[in-house]
């Protein structure tokens, strides 16, 4: 019978000692990979999605410049001038 080292049934099935593992079942891989789903139910129940953006270096510069003058992130940051666009747009649309 096979085993492998993601299956959480069956992880001490050919161990020798029963007790408490010296390390982790798992090997590191797995280990990150258990831990990314874990981050990314988190973030799906507090409501976040997930957005890959692909940019240029120069673009990336400017941005991590910006974020380190407002002491943000830079999601908080595209956040921030998300919203800050939005509500433009919206007062332009309610004047007019």
């Known amino acids: 019978m096979a085993k492998a080292s993601s299956d959480r049934n069956t992880i001490d ?41 692909v940019v240029d270096q120069e673009t990336i510069t400017k941005l991590d410049q910006l974020c380190e003058l407002n002491d943000i992130k830079r999601a908080e940051w595209l956040t921030m001038q998300i919203a800050l666009s939005y509500s433009k747009i919206k007062n332009k649309k309610v004047t007019a």
């Open 13 to 53: 099935l050919f161990t020798n000692p029963p007790g408490r593992p010296r390390k982790h079942p798992l090997t590191r891989k797995d280990q990150l990979k258990v831990n990314k789903r874990v981050q990314r139910q988190k973030e799906k129940a507090q409501g976040l999605k997930r957005l890959e953006l």
